[in-house]
């Protein structure tokens, strides 16, 4: 089985602060991790994935994510919140070499206050 | 590119009829593809995995006669709501995998069709 946990239900940052949005993950095997972003009643839109190589990656608008194994975490951060980043955030997980689905995450709403 | 379309954006219905959204891969050919449900606030929750050329396989708890899939080309699969009534009123969502490229293991989702069943 695969799962993947989002703590915060609601993040608040301060435009300009750094911000972090977290999930854990459990999977059987190595994983796919990846992050979307969904603004209101839209769909989800791709922001970055790890699939193997640097536990650091890069994706769209700025931000990033740190894959940590011994944790097992894939952690969003973006150094500078905008307010435009207001949204929220799923994280999603898959078994590498696995035909199934992803597996999403609660959703975490992130909320930048000018 | 890996663009998937939704139609329609959103839909309001009787209860008791019959609603059919439709899922479209734009710019790549889509052997598998997913339906997923969305209430509000809350996370995606797959339905079922729509397969070109032979039948769909629904999860745990979602009826097959009442969500019936179609996946008839390789760019296209089709959700029918059967009998809606006022609690099948959610966002639904459709992603697709490109099998072709090298990001088979990523899914490109719709923009979602938001139901609303009177």
């Known amino acids: 089985a695969q799962s993947v946990a989002q703590p915060e239900d609601q993040v608040n940052v301060a435009e300009g602060n750094p911000l972090t949005v977290k999930c854990t993950y459990s999977?059987?095997?190595?994983?796919?991790l990846f992050w979307y972003v969904q603004y209101p009643n839209r769909g989800l839109q791709f922001l970055l994935k790890?699939?193997?190589?640097?536990?650091l990656v890069k994706g769209s608008y700025g931000f990033e994510a740190e894959f940590n194994k011994s944790q097992t975490s894939f952690h969003l951060k973006k150094p500078s919140a905008l307010v435009s980043d207001s949204a929220l955030y799923f994280c999603?997980?898959?078994?590498?070499?696995?035909?199934?689905?992803?597996?999403f995450g609660s959703g975490t709403q992130l909320t930048v206050l000018p | 590119g890996a663009v998937v379309s939704q139609h329609p954006s959103w839909v309001i219905c009787k209860s008791g009829t019959s609603v059919k959204i439709e899922c479209r891969s734009l710019?790549?050919?889509?052997?598998?593809m997913f339906w997923y449900r969305q209430f509000p606030k809350q996370s995606l929750m797959l339905m079922a995995t729509?397969?070109?050329?032979?039948?769909?396989?629904?999860e745990q708890g979602v009826e097959k006669d009442k969500f019936l899939i179609n996946h008839a080309s390789l760019t296209l699969s089709t959700l029918t709501v059967t009998s809606a009534h006022p609690e099948d009123s959610s966002f639904y969502i459709c992603?697709?995998?490109?099998?072709?490229?090298?990001?088979?293991?990523?899914?490109?989702f719709g923009p979602g069709t938001r139901l609303t069943v009177l």
């Open positions: 992603s697709a995998r490109d099998p072709s490229s090298g990001r088979n293991n990523e899914q490109f």
């Open positions: 999977v059987s095997g190595n994983p796919y």
């Open positions: 790890y699939i193997t190589g640097d536990n």
């Open positions: 999603a997980v898959r078994a590498s070499g696995s035909a199934r689905q992803l597996t």
């Open positions: 710019d790549f050919q889509a052997t598998t």
């Open positions: 729509s397969n070109e050329g032979s039948k769909a396989t629904y």
